[in-house]
C-alpha cells in the first residue's frame, strides 16, 4: 500500500470501525481531514477549539459504546 500517513492513519482507524474523527487541524494533521473527507467509511469533523472535540469524542463514546477518536496536532486521544 502506497500512500501517505494519513492514509495509513485512516485505513487503521476504519478497520477498528471508526465513523468519525472530531478534531482541530493543523501543522501534522492537515491532512487528515482531507483523507477522511475521501473516505468510504469514516468522516471528518472539524471544530472550533480543542475541548469541543474532545468533548465530542467523549460524548460518542459514551452514548454509542463504539470507539470515537479526537485528533489534535499535539497528539491523538482515543476514547473508549
Known amino acids: 500500500m502506497s500512500g501517505t500517513g494519513a492514509d495509513y492513519i485512516v485505513a487503521a482507524l476504519e478497520q477498528a470501525g471508526v465513523k468519525r474523527v472530531y478534531g482541530v487541524v493543523g501543522d501534522s494533521l492537515n491532512g487528515l481531514p482531507i483523507r477522511c473527507a475521501g473516505a468510504a467509511k469514516s468522516s ?9 472535540p474532545r468533548f465530542a469524542a467523549a ?11 479526537c485528533a489534535a496536532a499535539v497528539a491523538p486521544v482515543i476514547c473508549i
Open 44 to 52: 471528518g469533523c472539524i471544530c472550533g477549539t480543542r475541548r469541543v
Open 59 to 69: 460524548a460518542e463514546a459514551h452514548l454509542t459504546g463504539q470507539l470515537a477518536v
